[in-house]
C-alpha cells in the first residue's frame, strides 16, 4: 500500500520512502539536489510513473519480474471494469512501471502499440499541485490532453491532468497526496507470483528522447519554458560522432534533478545513425532509452546476465587504452571486472559513473535500457559516447540498418 507524508520539495517522494532509500543515497544515485519550489510555476517532485504500450502485457509483466526481479503490486483490466486494457503496475526500488496492452484491436493501447511497438507512452511526474502546473503549461502554450480532474476509490483521491509532449508521449501530472491505495483508483492490489529477488535498480536516473531533425531546439525550450526545467549539459559536433554517424543532444532537468532528459536529434552523416534507426522504426519521436540508479553495477550485470538479458559488447580495446586508463584514475574496482562485464566508466571534475546499456528489450531496434552507477559525477558518460555509438552501430550492422 501507498503511504503519504505529505509534500516536502526537499524530502523524499513516497515510492522512494517505501523503497527505503534516503537523500544521501539517492544523492549518489541520482545526482539529487535541493531547490525551494516556492518560486517554481511549475514544481516537479519528481518521477511518478513510466507507463508502456506493449504487444502482450501479461508475458511484458512476467519478463520483468523473472528478468529484471521486479515487484508486481496492482493490477487493472475487464475483471476491474477496464474494458479496453490490461495494466499490471510493477516496482523496483522507487521505480514504477505501468505495463499496459490492448484487449482488443480498436483499444488506445492496442493501436498505439500498432504504430509504434512496444515503448513508453506516458512520463508520469510527481507534482504537489496540478491545477498550478497546469494553468502555467496552458499559459506558456502547451496542449493540455486531460484538464486537471480528481479520480476517487475507497483509498482516497488522486489529482490527475495530462500535457502533450514529443511525438505522441505525454506527460501525466499526479498528486496523490490523499490517496493510499495500490496505484489509481481503478487498480486492485495484485501480488508478484515470481520468487522475490532483491531490487537490481533503485532508482530512475533519467530518461532519454529521441525527436526528429531540428526539433531538438523546440523541445528543449518546450521543458525551459513550459516545465521550467534548466539545462545540464549539451554535446555536440566532435562529441557525440563517430567515422559514420552522429546526433546532438542537450540535456534538460527539473529543479531537484530527480528528472532528468536528454534530447537527441540526429545529425547528418555518412550513414544512417542510431536515432534515425529509431525514428524509423519506432515511426517517429519517442523516449530512445531509460536509465535505471543502482548502488552496485557489477552485481546488477551478473545477475541479469544469468537472467538473460543481453548487453551491448565493448572491445578491449576501450579498456587497454592508455588515454582511457589515465583520465579515469582509480575506481571502487579494478578495470579488469569492468572489462570481464562489458562496464563502461567516465570521470569528470565532480566523480566518476559506470554505465552499461543493454540491447533493445523487443522485437523493434528501439527502446533499451542503461544502468548506472554515480559516484560524485552528475554527467552522462561524455567521454564513452563513441565507444557507445560504435556498439551500437555494430549492432545497425548486423540487422541491415547502418
Not at 519550489?37 to 501479461?58: I, L, S
Not at 479520480?151 to 514529443?166: M, P
Not at 501480488?191 to 526539433?215: K, M
Not at 519521436?285 to 543481453?310: M, Y
Request: glycine residues 10%; aromatic residues 10%.
Amino acid at each position: 500500500m501507498t503511504t503519504t507524508a505529505g509534500h516536502d520539495p526537499f524530502g523524499l517522494t513516497d515510492e522512494e520512502r517505501l523503497a527505503r532509500l534516503d537523500l544521501d543515497t539517492l544523492e549518489q544515485l541520482v545526482g539529487l539536489v535541493e531547490y525551494d519550489d516556492a518560486a517554481d510555476p511549475f514544481p516537479v517532485t519528481g518521477w511518478d510513473a513510466v507507463v508502456w504500450a506493449v504487444g502482450n502485457a501479461t508475458q511484458s509483466a512476467h519478463y520483468f519480474q523473472s528478468a529484471y526481479g521486479m515487484d508486481l503490486v496492482a493490477y487493472a483490466g475487464p475483471e476491474t471494469g477496464n474494458r479496453d486494457e490490461v495494466a499490471y503496475v510493477l516496482t523496483s526500488g522507487a521505480v514504477r512501471f505501468v505495463v499496459k496492452g490492448g484487449v482488443h484491436a480498436g483499444s488506445p493501447v492496442a493501436q498505439h502499440h500498432a504504430r509504434h511497438g512496444d515503448g513508453v507512452t506516458d512520463i508520469a511526474l510527481e507534482v504537489p499541485d496540478v491545477d498550478r502546473c497546469v494553468d502555467h503549461a496552458r499559459a506558456q502554450g502547451a496542449t493540455v490532453l486531460e484538464e486537471p480532474h480528481d479520480v476517487t476509490d475507497e483509498h482516497g483521491t488522486v489529482r490527475v491532468a495530462a500535457i502533450a509532449a514529443y511525438g505522441e508521449t505525454r506527460h501525466t501530472l499526479v498528486d496523490r497526496s490523499r490517496y493510499d491505495g495500490p496505484y489509481l483508483p481503478g487498480y486492485v492490489e495484485r501480488r508478484s507470483s515470481v520468487a522475490h529477488r532483491t531490487p537490481v535498480f533503485s532508482a530512475l536516473d533519467h530518461i532519454v528522447g529521441n525527436v526528429e531533425l531540428g526539433r531538438m531546439e523546440e523541445w528543449v525550450a518546450f521543458y525551459n519554458r513550459v516545465m521550467g526545467f534548466t539545462n545540464m549539459a549539451e554535446f555536440i559536433g566532435d562529441d557525440i560522432a563517430t567515422d559514420y554517424s552522429a546526433l546532438m543532444s542537450k540535456v534538460v532537468a527539473n529543479g531537484n534533478h530527480r528528472v532528468k532528459f536528454p534530447l537527441n536529434e540526429p545529425s547528418p552523416g555518412k550513414r544512417k545513425s542510431q536515432i534515425d534507426e529509431y525514428l524509423e522504426f519506432y515511426g517517429g519521436p519517442g523516449a530512445q532509452h531509460l536509465a535505471l540508479a543502482t548502488g552496485d553495477i557489477l552485481a546488477t550485470v551478473d545477475t541479469l546476465t544469468a537472467q538473460g538479458v543481453s548487453f551491448l559488447s565493448t572491445p578491449d580495446s576501450y579498456y587497454e587504452d592508455p588515454d582511457l586508463r589515465a583520465r579515469i584514475g582509480e575506481v571502487r574496482v579494478p578495470v579488469e571486472e569492468l572489462q570481464r562485464r562489458g562496464i563502461l566508466v567516465d570521470r569528470d571534475e565532480d566523480g566518476y559513473l559506470l554505465q552499461i546499456f543493454t540491447k533493445p528489450i523487443g522485437d523493434r531496434p528501439t527502446v533499451f535500457f542503461e544502468f548506472i552507477e554515480r559516484h560524485g559525477s552528475l554527467g552522462f558518460g561524455k567521454g564513452n559516447f563513441k565507444a557507445l555509438f560504435e556498439a551500437i552501430e555494430r549492432e545497425q550492422e548486423r540487422r541491415g540498418n547502418l
